[in-house]
């Protein structure tokens, strides 16, 4: 059993983004802790991208409050979240194709010594980050081309925990991957909370939230429109809160089944 932490590492209080005209986010709040999984879910415009490049300091808020282990901070560029301990790892990965794993790791820094790089202690630090997180590959010095989707997601969230962050952010992890795949990041989603990090899971896929979040926020037109423990909730209330609705596909189809089990039952 992980350990939640009562203060939040990450807290949004209030947060509002407008570009132009255009009101993106309005009064958000959101809290993170350690060694908790919460899926940012919510339509296409409700405004979760607007919300993650606020956290990874892309959109500085123009109202409210971003908290950081209970002290008020200023995130104004990316620069700002990468020195609390925020890493988010965007859904086009940014992985250079024709450059091994090791090097896709340490892109940007890189370990040298007296100013040379240091391929060994590279490529050692990189076998052992990943035996950690249980990511198998065939070989760390194999092109990133050369991997299946969901290894190259893997390598690109491995690459996210060398700054040693308290919050990563994975902007639809298992989008366009097959079922095994979606499983190999799912299991290694989990094994970021044994790790006793705060993940910030944004993701469209309802089985997949349900299967490794703790708790769901959800974003409606660019407001809070609840939160749910995983184990308190269902389907189609996340669904429901999604829409903005009661009355849907989910919830009749749930009603359906519910009435035939009760004709059955009777």
Same mark, same amino acid.
């Given at each position: 059993? =992980?350990?939640?932490?009562?203060?939040?590492?990450?807290?949004?209080?209030?947060?509002?983004?407008?570009?132009?005209?255009?009101?993106?986010?309005?009064?958000? !709040?959101?809290?993170?802790?350690?060694?908790?999984?919460?899926?940012?879910?919510?339509?296409?415009?409700?405004?979760?991208?607007?919300?993650?490049?606020?956290?990874?300091?892309?959109?500085?808020?123009?109202?409210?409050?971003?908290?950081?282990?209970?002290?008020?901070?200023?995130?104004?560029?990316?620069?700002?979240?990468?020195?609390?301990?925020?890493?988010?790892?965007?859904?086009?990965?940014?992985?250079?194709?024709?450059?091994?794993?090791?090097?896709?790791?340490? +892109?940007?820094?890189?370990?040298?010594?007296?100013?040379? +790089?240091?391929?060994?202690?590279?490529?050692?630090?990189?076998?052992?980050?990943?035996?950690?997180?249980?990511?198998?590959?065939?070989?760390?010095?194999?092109?990133?081309?050369?991997?299946?989707?969901?290894?190259?997601?893997?390598?690109?969230?491995?690459?996210?925990?060398?700054?040693?962050?308290?919050?990563?952010?994975?902007?639809?992890?298992?989008?366009?991957?097959?079922?095994?795949?979606?499983?190999?990041?799912?299991?290694?989603?989990?094994?970021?909370?044994?790790?006793?990090?705060?993940?910030?899971?944004?993701?469209?896929?309802?089985?997949?939230?349900? &299967?490794?979040?703790?708790?769901? &926020?959800? +974003?409606?037109?660019?407001?809070?429109?609840?939160?749910?423990?995983?184990?308190?909730?269902?389907?189609?209330?996340?669904?429901? &809160? =999604? !829409?903005?609705?009661?009355?849907?596909?989910?919830?009749?189809?749930?009603?359906?089944?519910?009435? +035939?089990?009760?004709?059955?039952?009777?």
């Amino acid at each position: 059993m =992980i350990h939640v932490s009562a203060t939040p590492v990450l807290a949004l209080r209030g947060v509002s983004k407008r570009f132009g005209a255009v009101q993106a986010l309005t009064d958000v !709040t959101l809290e993170i802790r350690a060694g908790e999984v919460v899926a940012l879910v919510g339509d296409n415009g409700a405004g979760k991208s607007t919300l993650v490049k606020t956290i990874s300091g892309v959109h500085p808020v123009d109202d409210g409050v971003i908290e950081w282990e209970g002290a008020p901070v200023r995130v104004t560029k990316p620069h700002d979240a990468q020195e609390l301990g925020v890493a988010t790892v965007y859904q086009d990965l940014a992985l250079c194709d024709n450059l091994d794993v090791v090097a896709n790791l340490y +892109l940007g820094n890189e370990l040298s010594t007296a100013g040379v +790089l240091d391929e060994i202690a590279m490529e050692k630090r990189a076998k052992e980050l990943l035996d950690t997180l249980s990511i198998r590959i065939p070989s760390v010095r194999i092109p990133v081309a050369a991997l299946s989707g969901g290894q190259r997601q893997v390598v690109a969230i491995a690459r996210a925990l060398i700054g040693d962050p308290k919050i990563v952010i994975l902007d639809e992890p298992t989008a366009a991957l097959g079922v095994e795949q979606t499983a190999q990041v799912l299991d290694l989603v989990e094994r970021l909370r044994e790790r006793d990090l705060g993940v910030i899971l944004i993701s469209h896929n309802m089985a997949d939230v349900l &299967a490794v979040a703790d708790r769901v &926020a959800v +974003l409606r037109l660019g407001r809070n429109n609840g939160v749910f423990d995983v184990a308190d909730t269902s389907h189609e209330e996340i669904i429901a &809160a =999604i !829409t903005g609705a009661d009355d849907n596909a989910v919830t009749r189809r749930k009603a359906r089944t519910d009435q +035939l089990k009760k004709e059955a039952g009777a």
